[in-house]
């Protein structure tokens, strides 16, 4: 069973977390099911960049990500080359090294 560590952010897991996960999950439902509040504004559907993510390890085992998912991730805040939006990615066989960006493009902060 693969792994998640979701490295520390200040205010959705300020010590970090390493969690089990299923295969073929994605990676917020996988956060949101272990209390990490990774916003998602447009509930999972893939209509905006709130639950950008940077996938420091494991990025290659994960399936590419279709064309909708790389026109919303050009407009994330802190874009980089393993970027991802959870609500898409899904997790493969290995275990992956995930970020929570500091800000999204988000003026308030959603609660789910």
Same mark, same amino acid.
């Given at each position: 069973?693969?792994?998640i #560590?979701?490295?520390?952010?200040e ?7 390493v969690i *089990? +996960? =299923?295969? %073929? /999950?994605?990676?917020l439902n ?10 998602h504004?447009?509930?999972k559907?893939?209509?905006? #960049? ?13 399936? *590419? +990500? =279709?064309? %909708? /998912?790389?026109?919303y991730?050009?407009k ?17 066989s ?15 902060? =959603?609660?789910?």
């Open positions: 069973m693969p792994k #560590t979701f490295l520390p952010h205010t959705i897991c300020p010590e970090g977390a *089990d +996960a =299923e295969s %073929n /999950e994605t990676i996988v956060a949101l099911a272990n209390k990490l509040s990774i916003e504004a447009c509930e559907s893939c209509a905006c #960049t709130t639950c950008h993510v940077i996938v420091r390890e494991g990025f290659d085992s994960l399936e *590419d +990500a =279709e064309e %909708n /998912e790389e026109d991730l050009d994330a805040w802190g874009l980089e080359p393993e970027s991802r939006l959870s609500c898409q990615a899904k997790v493969g290995e275990d992956l090294v995930i970020e929570i960006p500091k800000y999204t493009i988000n003026m308030v902060s =959603e609660v789910h």
